[in-house]
């Protein structure tokens, strides 16, 4: 969201790129989970995720993701076997366990300091038996939910999903969009200590990366400033709507919040269609990645439009490697 602006326009322009991605090949749609966050209108993830794919025809849309210990797995099974009914084949369920907002939020989320995201093994143990056929002695079914099978992805910022990931044979995504500290590391462990499966066979891996594409690299790293100012006034604790870009950030932040920012950022791939191509050729190889999840914060829509275009167009010329959109 832009500053002082409501919900709807920032609803709708999600909407217009997801039926851009659409058109230019992109595999799949998902959407986040915030809360109390000025600048991000994605609290009610699962409402999102049907109003775009009822929008669109045959991208797949999910969550990036359910922040699992925020709900009752029997209502996140309700809510995902529901989308699943509407759109069959469509829903991806991402799940997380990080709160999705600040202290304060979480305790508005979960009503209790006991629920700090511990648990997520249970929790994911109980939804997967919602999702999943029914078992002998089972009390309480999701229906719509039960036997959905949605395909379930396990995201994570270091290597705790990572592992259980790994061990559970589940796919996993790593967000490298924001948290780039842990990735290579997360990658190993999830690629050396993979299980086989019923849902999945061998390892698949998704990377979040901020990446912005452009005309030329000046350009691209002319926008690039747009999320470097989300992140900074992310540290302050200042609202998060997008800011123009600017020609330069050296009188905007301190060298400190500039390494602050940058750590974040670290993972960023931005310049031009070559540059670009060039650093997914480079993020594949090192991680073992089978797709890229494309996160792209640019001020204004049509830059967003271009960069997303770029990238389904360098992606073409990537080889194993297929793309997603992620807001």
Same mark, same amino acid.
């Given at each position: 969201?832009?500053?002082?602006?409501?919900?709807?326009?920032?609803?709708?322009?999600?909407?217009?790129?997801?039926?851009?991605?659409?058109?230019?090949?992109?595999?799949?749609?998902?959407?986040?989970?915030?809360?109390?966050?000025?600048?991000?209108?994605?609290?009610?993830?699962?409402?999102?995720?049907?109003?775009?794919?009822?929008?669109?025809? #045959?991208?797949?849309?999910?969550?990036?993701?359910?922040?699992?210990?925020?709900?009752?797995?029997?209502?996140? !099974?309700?809510?995902?076997?529901?989308?699943?009914?509407?759109?069959?084949?469509?829903?991806?369920?991402?799940?997380?366990?990080?709160?999705?907002?600040?202290?304060?939020?979480?305790? !508005?989320?979960?009503?209790?300091?006991?629920? #700090?995201? =511990?648990?997520? &093994?249970?929790?994911?143990?109980?939804?997967?038996?919602?999702?999943?056929?029914?078992?002998?002695?089972?009390?309480?079914?999701?229906?719509?939910?039960?036997?959905?099978?949605?395909?379930?992805?396990?995201?994570?910022?270091?290597?705790?999903?990572?592992?259980?990931?790994?061990?559970?044979?589940?796919?996993?995504?790593?967000?490298?969009?924001?948290? &780039?500290?842990?990735? %290579?590391?997360?990658?190993?462990? %999830?690629?050396?200590?993979?299980?086989?499966? !019923?849902?999945?066979?061998?390892?698949?891996?998704?990377?979040?990366?901020?990446?912005?594409?452009?005309?030329? =690299?000046?350009?691209?790293?002319?926008?690039?400033?747009?999320?470097?100012? /989300?992140?900074?006034?992310?540290?302050? #604790?200042? &609202?998060?709507?997008?800011?123009?870009? $600017?020609?330069?950030?050296?009188?905007?932040?301190?060298?400190?919040? /500039?390494? !602050?920012?940058?750590?974040?950022?670290?993972?960023?791939?931005?310049?031009?269609?070559? +540059? $670009?191509?060039?650093?997914?050729?480079?993020?594949?190889?090192?991680?073992?990645?089978?797709?890229?999840?494309?996160?792209?914060?640019?001020?204004?829509?049509?830059?967003?439009?271009?960069?997303?275009?770029?990238?389904?167009?360098?992606?073409? +010329?990537?080889?194993?490697?297929? $793309? #997603?959109?992620?807001?």
């Amino acid at each position: 969201m832009k500053p002082d602006e409501n919900p709807a326009p920032a609803i709708a322009r999600s909407v217009d790129l997801a039926q851009h991605a659409e058109e230019w090949g992109y595999k799949r749609f998902w959407l986040a989970e915030h809360h109390s966050i000025d600048g991000l209108a994605c609290s009610a993830t699962a409402v999102l995720i049907g109003h775009i794919a009822g929008k669109t025809n #045959s991208i797949r849309v999910g969550s990036g993701g359910i922040m699992l210990p925020n709900h009752a797995p029997l209502v996140v !099974a309700e809510q995902f076997g529901t989308l699943e009914a509407l759109y069959p084949g469509r829903i991806d369920l991402g799940l997380g366990r990080a709160p999705g907002g600040d202290f304060h939020t979480m305790r !508005a989320l979960r009503r209790s300091l006991q629920q #700090s995201g =511990d648990d997520f &093994p249970e929790l994911l143990e109980e939804l997967r038996t919602y999702l999943g056929p029914v078992r002998a002695g089972q009390a309480v079914k999701a229906t719509p939910g039960q036997n959905s099978n949605v395909p379930i992805t396990l995201l994570g910022s270091s290597l705790f999903s990572a592992q259980l990931a790994a061990r559970l044979g589940l796919p996993f995504a790593f967000a490298a969009h924001f948290a &780039p500290e842990y990735l %290579y590391a997360a990658a190993d462990l %999830y690629h050396r200590e993979f299980k086989a499966s !019923a849902a999945l066979e061998k390892p698949y891996m998704m990377v979040g990366v901020q990446i912005i594409a452009a005309e030329t =690299d000046g350009e691209a790293q002319r926008l690039f400033t747009t999320p470097q100012q /989300r992140f900074l006034r992310l540290i302050r #604790s200042q &609202p998060v709507e997008l800011l123009p870009p $600017v020609d330069s950030m050296d009188m905007l932040w301190t060298d400190f919040e /500039r390494a !602050a920012v940058m750590s974040k950022l670290g993972a960023a791939i931005v310049g031009s269609n070559a +540059t $670009v191509k060039e650093g997914i050729e480079r993020l594949v190889e090192r991680t073992g990645a089978s797709e890229i999840i494309v996160a792209t914060d640019t001020f204004t829509h049509e830059a967003r439009l271009e960069s997303y275009k770029r990238v389904a167009e360098v992606a073409r +010329t990537v080889e194993s490697a297929p $793309v #997603s959109a992620g807001l």
